[in-house]
Each structure stands twice: as structure tokens, then as C-alpha cells.
């Protein structure tokens, strides 16, 4: 039981009401009071029936973990409190289990948090669905798509910091297990207006600010772009900044999502030239030039950015230029050209870069959708995720807010037809009767907008396309002559009366009074917006671009496929794409999250009740909870109802055998509750009015008590008796021991007493044998001595006349000369050898002769290395010299040095002398040659290797040509300051010149070469011969050198090689070369 209960959450030991339909009483105050209760006990997620409402907190909070979606992993939307994770649970459950397309449609204003309700929702599906390394693949690049479309899609605004500047639909592909496949986006009107001018406080697109903040100073300089922001003209500074954003991190992840994704490099390189392009098309400016007609042409003042934008895209810079000053009118077969004044430039300048980037956009989803759709042709189900601008209302509304509201309008109609729809279709399915309530349906302000004749987006296309002059003053007079009488219209220039006055209208704008409130539009650019007009000689010029991402963008550009209609405007592209969203969105069971934002500051714990309010309305909130309750304000399957309510009845406590409907009917008779307040559906128990549910519970918790009470009693006795029999065994197991144990202590006692006796006795009869056999050995011992000195006196009285007084020191030093001698003749037939390697050394036969012996053994090994040394010629000496040298430098320093040591010490690899080829080179050199050997020199700049010829002489190093003799370099022995070199395996030495010297003029020497020991030990002696100071020897894996200018480290690594065992040299960049050592 205590299982069941733990899964029963939603109404045990909630804060305030989880679900609104159960609210009592249900009014305005009431619903926003519920909201900051759980707002305040960041209770986040309030349900309408179905439906979620989602509280932007403004913060993280730990209810997001793999615990939190293990938790709801396939359990009832009612079990657990009120959470994203349930609804998302059971929209994939119920595509999974009964094959129903699924679609989760996201609102709600600007900064409601709509972005990362779609990504809670995505993760969550991601990380309950199957798993297995294709599976995981295709979730990875679902989640990974969003970070790159926010980069390029999102932007901070006054609102929110992370908002949407475009609608985003995607479709998540399942097979019949329930493992994604894939998926298709669509996206919706990108705000591109935003990429030339950002309102005050808000932001350009975040990856302007990314890459300049994250990418390396090589990759900026290959977009020839600097990292300071107030350098372009496109990016307003007085919101860089956003406080708790890294941007240069946000970069990484952006450019690891789209590896993941599938981007190639270069075309991940190519996108990001565009973006750079675009950045830099705002710092070009324009100058008047007056022609002999005397109209004025437009010139660019300075051409440098121009020149770079070119090297970019690979355009000629005179075709962008000409288009930048000229424009190309096609009618028929007549081709008209005009100049452009300035005003016109800077239109097209912006025109421009903005069509570039909205179709950069537009490609990027494109490049998604084919790395991310499913690769088979099975049947697929699909899970719809709709996260679409918000509703906006700003002080100044401009053509974007009037379409992306017109979106919201269309998608309040759809979340109110199928709310009711829903609503209706489960009470026929259950068998309810159901009475029609009514509603405020706002098709009548989605017909202002896209009626086909007299809709406002109609007049706006038709005021596009008419000949003669059009501005946004006539269409604003268009629409007071057609709309002036609609109730959801206002105009101070309309025909009614009652607008006429009002100050807080200005002339050139209009109001639609919206169902989430009213909104003034300004008309100014509604016109030039909806034609969206790019002149022909910039797509044309674009076309030409060597850059293949920018050609492709611009296939209009085609002189081959030149299309003199017109193309179709803005509004009526967005019309279609919104019409077929509506029909895809009905073609799916749709579940329903509702944002809402506490307050416009994004601050954490402050709910703004007037705020919530107006949401609230205009979302139809309380509308919803109405028509939830208008028929039955609660609805739960029999056998939950029945496991959670069945204690209450003796007939079905503890166990129901029979059906759960029966228990059900069975229980609420029991309980004599009225039949108008319930009635039995199918498969379903409806309860009308919250109150009997609240009853209910009452009941149960007032049962669940009695009950804990009973189990509480028996679980007491059962624990004393549990412990008196307990008691009882081990007062029985206690005793027994300890009887054991009495009589093993008794047995231990006697058998002690009785082996301490018998050793008692068995040692007095030792000690008796003992002192007999001791008095036996000391008779034994007596009569011999007493025997030794009679016989001794004996013959002592016999000899005395033939022995004097000293005959005892000269018996000794006798005896002692004959060991002498005896331990030399032994020694001469045992030497070891004259090898003064030979370790060999006879032992001693005497302990007193332990310091001769040794002392012997010294002189020995001093004379015959003596005699080893004096067979030496000079030559050799000098060779043994330099072997010593090397062997206190490099000995457990160097790891090439044991191989060195086997090796003689040549000098003169390369017969000078004798070879004809070197015949110049020995007569550039008057000194004698100390070393004359091929080397391998590193080039400064990319690491490669040349030969040379290095000579080492008494005074100077030099560099010669291997080919021609001609030296190369000469470098005086005192302007050597070091020698560096690795602790490995290799033959790679740096050779550092004195700073300031005229042979450090291009740097220092970095070499390789097969003798490096032999010649690091010699340059080191004839240094210390020469300037009387040693030089500096230096052993590490990484030191620096001296390029020109520059301080380059050079580092040493391992690494497999392609050469076989060579090691190779590789200049990373300005500061690093690196060597792989196999």
C-alpha cells in the first residue's frame, strides 16, 4: 500500500491547487492568488485539465535532473505534481503505445520561457526513448540543432535574453518502437530587419557577438575581422554586453553542435564568412557625387571594406561597386539603367544584407533537415514541438509585431476550436451528455487581418502591386476607407467619429485590438517590408560570387533564368506557411503549454500580479478552467479512483475482487453521495463540483489516519512480541554457552595443573642427569690438565739448557714471516688481470691481514691503469678526454648518449682535404678543423629541414652549402651564448647566438644531426678553450628560441611517425614548434 500511495502525489501534500479545475472558488483573484503560491514554493507548473501553465522563474532549479525524468518516466498525468516532464511523458506515450501523431503547441509572451520549454520537452523524449548507437546518434543531432538555430535565429531584446526572433516547428520522426528517426524543421519569418538596426537596449543576432567574443585571433583575421564591437556599425553597443552570457563559450558549443549536426568544415568556414560579409556590409558608407545631368550618384568614401567584403565572397569588387550605384529596370525587351542617390545605396547596402542573411538562415535549415531526416522509408509517427514568437506589444510596432501577432491570433483560435473539441469528444466517447457552452471566438480579428478581399494583409499586397506612387500614407488611407466600421479596427483617420479625438492614436498609425489587448502599429515601413525588394544587379552580383554558399543564395541571379514577374510579397508568404502550420497542427492530437512571465524585469522570486493578469486574460485561462468545469470539473479512470479510494468502504477494503466500475458504483453508494454529482462513464468516473472531490480526500485522510493508528497498534505488539521471543531464544543460546564455556574453563584448569606437575618433575630429573654428566667432564677435564702439565714439566726440565729467555717472540715472528710469505706466493699465482675494468680480486685468507689487503688491492689497480694509460698516443688521450667531457654532460641526461658512447669520436666526417668538390671551402677556411659534418637545418618558418655543412675551428662555427661550398654563415665562439637540446632519443640541438651580435641577426640555430654528443661535447671544449668560460649545456623538453623578433618554444612530443622511426620538425603557428620523437 505504501507503494501506491508514493505514486498518488498530485493531490497528497500539494501547495495550494495543483490542477485549476479543482480551484474553489474560482475567480480572477483566486487563480492568481493560487499562481504566486506556487510560485513562491517554486512550484513552477499548474495544470488546466491537460493543459500546462509554465512560470518563467528566471532561474535554474534542481527539478530538471535524470532523477526528475526517471521519476515521471511512464507514469499517469495525474500521479505526480504538476510538472513539463508529465505532459511530455504522456504525449510520447500515447504516439508510442496507441499510434496518435502528436503535436505540442508552446505560447505565450516574449520572455515566458518558451525556447527552453521546447528543449525541456526534446531532452526529455531524448532521454526516455530507446537507446543503441544509431538511436543515439539521431537524438544527439535533434538536441545539437538547437543551439545552432539560436546562435542565428535568436537575439537579446528588452524582454528576454534569449529571444526567438523566428518561428520554429519541427517534426520528430518515430518508427514503431518509439525510436526517433529523424526529423524535418520549418521555420517562420525570420526578423531580418534586426540585422541593420536593433531598438534601443536589445541586441543583433547572438552570433555576431559570438564570433567576435570566442573565435581565435587567426580565425578573425581570416574573416578579416577585429574583435572590438564598436567597430561595426551593424551592432548597437549599448547592449554588447549581456550580463551572465559568454559569449565566446556560447561560440565553442555552437561550432561543436554543428559538427555533430553534420556541417563539413569547410562548410562550417563558408557560413561563417557570410556572417563576417554581412557584418562588414554595414561599415560601407556612402558619399553624393553630382553627375553632368546634374543628378547626384552615390559613391562609397572608403573602398577598403568594400575590397575585403570582396575577398570574402569572391566577387569583383567593380560589379559590387556598380551595384551599389546603379540600378537596372527590366521591362519586356528594355533594359533601363539609373543611378542611385544616396539614400538608395544605403537601402540597397541594407537590402542587401539582409537578404543575405535571412537565406543564410533559410540554408542553415535546409542543412539541417537533410543531416537530421530519417533515412528509411517505413511508416513514421511524428511528435510536432511549435515554439513560435510570443505575442509582442512594444512601444513602437512596426510590420514585424503586426505578423507575428497575426501568428498568435491564428494559434489562440487552434489551442480554443480544439480545446472544446477535445473536451466534447471525450464526453460522447464516454457517454456524458454535453451541453454547448459559449466562448469568445476570435475568427473575427483573424479575418481583419487575412480575409482575401477586404483583409489588411489582402489591401497591403494589392497597394504593393498597384502602379503609380505608393507610400505607406496611401495604404494607411486604403485601410480607413475598407475597415473604418470593423469593431476591432481603430484609426484616427477612419470615418468613425469616436476615434477622431483620440490623442493617444497618432495619425500615422492604426490599432487592432488583438485578443491578448490592444496594439498600435506604426505604418511607417509596412510598404517597403512586404515587397522586401532586393535590386536585380545586387542578386546578380551576388550570382557571381567565386564563393559557391553565396551562389547558391542567390540562384535569381542567373542572367540564364531571369524572371521578370514579380516575386511574391512578405505578407503572403507568411499567410501560406501560417495556413499550412494550422492544417498540419489538425491533422495532430495537440497538447497544450502555456508561458507565462511574472514580471518584465527577468528577476528571480517577483511575481507582478497585475502583470500575470492581463496573461491570463488574454490567454483565456480562466475561460479554460470554466469550460473544463462547465461539465464535469474532474474525470479519473476506475481503477486509480478505486486504489485510491478504496479504504473508504468495508466492501471494497482491503481488496476488490470484481470489476473496478462495480467497486466504484459500490463505493460512492457507501458514501451516499447525490447522483447529480457524478456520473459513470465508460471506461471513467466524472465528478462534477470540486467540493465532492474535496470530500473526498477529506475522507481519505481522515481514513488514512485510522488506518496508520491500526497498523501503528499491530505493528507495535508485533514488534514486543517479535522481542520477547527473541529474548526468550537468546536467553536459552546464553545459558548453553555459558555451561559450555563453565566446563571448558574447569577442563582447561585441570589439564594446566596437570602438564605444570609433569614438567615439574621431568625437570628435576633433567637438572639430577645434568649435574652428573657436568661432574663426569669436570674429572674427565681435571686428569687431562693435571696429565698436560706434568708432561710439560717434564720436558721442560729435559730442554731448558737449549732454549733462552726470548724463544717465544722469535717462535712467533717466525711463524708469523712464514704466513707472510706463504700469503704473497699465494697472491703472485692469483692476480687477475691488467684490465683495469676487471673486477676480480683474490679473498683473504687471514683476518688480521684485512688493511694490507686491501691497501694491495689499491696499488694494484693504481699501477696497472697506469700501465694501460701509458700505452696511449696523444691522440687517443685527447679522444679518452672528450669521452670523459661528454660522460659528466649527458651521462642519465640524455637518452642518446648510451648509444654514443661505443662510438669514436671522429671529427672529421667530411674529407675536406682530400675531396675535390670542397676544394673552395678549404681555402675560405685558414684555421684548422676541429669538426666538419652534414647536419640537418630547421627553417624558422615552417620547420622543413636543409642541408649544411657545419665546421667547428678554433674560433668560429660555421655554415656551408652542401652543394656549392659557399658559406652560408660564420658565427665567432664568443657570441655563442647556449646550446639546448631534449632529454629523448633524438639529434635535435639548438644553438642560441648572444643578442645584439651581428650573426644573431635572423635568430638562433635550430639543428639535427647523428653526432649531436660528438659535437656538443667538442663545441663545448673549444668554447672553454677559446673564452675561458663554459658553456651553458641545457636539457629539457621544451625550450625557447630566438626567430627574428619572435620568442618561438620548441616543444618535444611523442608520436607515431609516417617517416618509420625519423623524427620530424612542424611549426604550429608564431609561437609554437613542435617535434614528434617516435
Known sequence: MAKMEAKTSLLDNMIGVGDMVLLEPL???????????????????????????????????????????????NRNFYELSPHIFALSDEAYRSLRDQDKDQCILITGESGAGKTEASKLVMSYVAAVCGKGAEVNQVKEQLLQSNPVLEAFGNAKTVRNDNSSRFGKYMDIEFDFKGDPLGGVISNYLLEKSRVVKQPRGER????????????????????????DFSRYNYLGLDSARVNGVDDAANFRTVRNAMQIVGFMDHETQSVFEVVAAVLKLGNIEFKPESRVNGLDESKIKDKNELKEICELTGIDQSVLERAFSFRTVEAKQEKVSTTLNVAQAYYARDALAKNLYSRLFSWLVTRINESI?????????????????????????????????????????????LTLKEEQEEYIREGIEWTHIEYFNNAIICDLIENNQTGILAMLDEECLRPGTVTDETFLEKLNQVCATHQ????????????????????????????????????????????DLLYRDLSQAMWKASHSLIKALFPEGNPAKINLKRPPTAGSQFKASVTTLMK????????????????????????????????????????????????????????????????????????????????????????????EEFSFGRSKIFIRNPRTLFKLEDLRKQRLEDLATLIEKIYRGWKCRTRFLLMKKSQIVIASWYRRYAQQKKYQKIKSSAIIVQSYIRGWKARKLLRELKHQKRCNEAATTIAAYWRGTQVRREYRKFFRANAGRKIYEFTLQRIMQKYFLEMKNKMPSLSPIDKNWPARPYLFLDSTHKELKRIFHLWRCKKYRDQFTDQQKLIYEEKLEASELFKDKKALYPASVGQPFQGAYLEISKNPKYKKLKDAVDEKIIIAEVVNKINRANGKATSRIFLLTKNNVLLADQKSGNIKSEVPLGDVTKVSMSSQNDGFFAVHLKEGSGAAGKGDFLFSSDHLIEMATKLYRTTLSQTKQKLNIEISD?????????????????????NGNIPTCKRKNNRLLEVAVP
Open 27 to 73: 475567480n480572477e483573484d483566486s487563480f492568481i492568488n493560487n499562481l504566486k503560491k506556487r510560485f513562491d514554493h517554486n512550484e513552477v507548473y499548474t495544470y488546466i485539465g491537460s493543459v500546462v501553465i509554465s512560470i518563467n522563474p528566471y532561474r535554474p532549479l534542481p527539478i530538471y535532473s535524470p532523477e526528475k525524468v526517471e521519476e515521471y518516466r
Open 204 to 227: 543583433n543576432f547572438h552570433i555576431f557577438y559570438q564570433i567576435l567574443s570566442g573565435a581565435s585571433e587567426d580565425f578573425l583575421c581570416k574573416l578579416k575581422l577585429e574583435r
Open 373 to 417: 531526416k530519417a533515412q528509411t522509408k517505413v511508416r513514421k509517427k511524428v511528435m510536432g514541438v511549435l515554439d513560435i514568437y510570443g505575442f509582442e506589444i512594444f512601444e513602437d510596432n512596426s510590420f514585424e509585431q503586426f505578423i507575428i501577432n497575426y501568428c498568435n491570433e491564428k494559434l489562440q483560435q487552434i489551442f480554443i476550436e
Open 488 to 531: 476591432h479596427f481603430e484609426s484616427r483617420m477612419s470615418k468613425c467619429l469616436r476615434f477622431l479625438n483620440d490623442t493617444s492614436l497618432p495619425h500615422s498609425c492604426f490599432r487592432i485590438q488583438h485578443y491578448a489587448g490592444k496594439v498600435m502599429y506604426q505604418v511607417e515601413g509596412f510598404v517597403d517590408k512586404n515587397n
Open 584 to 675: 498540419n497542427l489538425q491533422t495532430k492530437n495537440p497538447n497544450y503549454i502555456r508561458c507565462i512571465k511574472p514580471n518584465d524585469k527577468k528577476a528571480a522570486h517577483v511575481f507582478n500580479d497585475a502583470l500575470v493578469c492581463h496573461q491570463i486574460r488574454y490567454l483565456g485561462l480562466l475561460e479554460n478552467v470554466r469550460v473544463r468545469r462547465a461539465g464535469y470539473a474532474f474525470r479519473q479512470a476506475y481503477e486509480p479512483c478505486l486504489e485510491r479510494y478504496k479504504m473508504l468502504c468495508k466492501q471494497t477494503w482491503p481488496h476488490w475482487r470484481g470489476p473496478a466500475r462495480a467497486g466504484v458504483e459500490v463505493l460512492f453508494n457507501e458514501l451516499e453521495i447525490p447522483e
Open 1038 to 1058: 621544451e625550450f625557447l628560441v630566438q626567430f627574428r623578433q619572435d620568442k618561438v618554444c620548441v616543444k618535444f612530443i611523442q608520436g607515431s611517425q609516417k
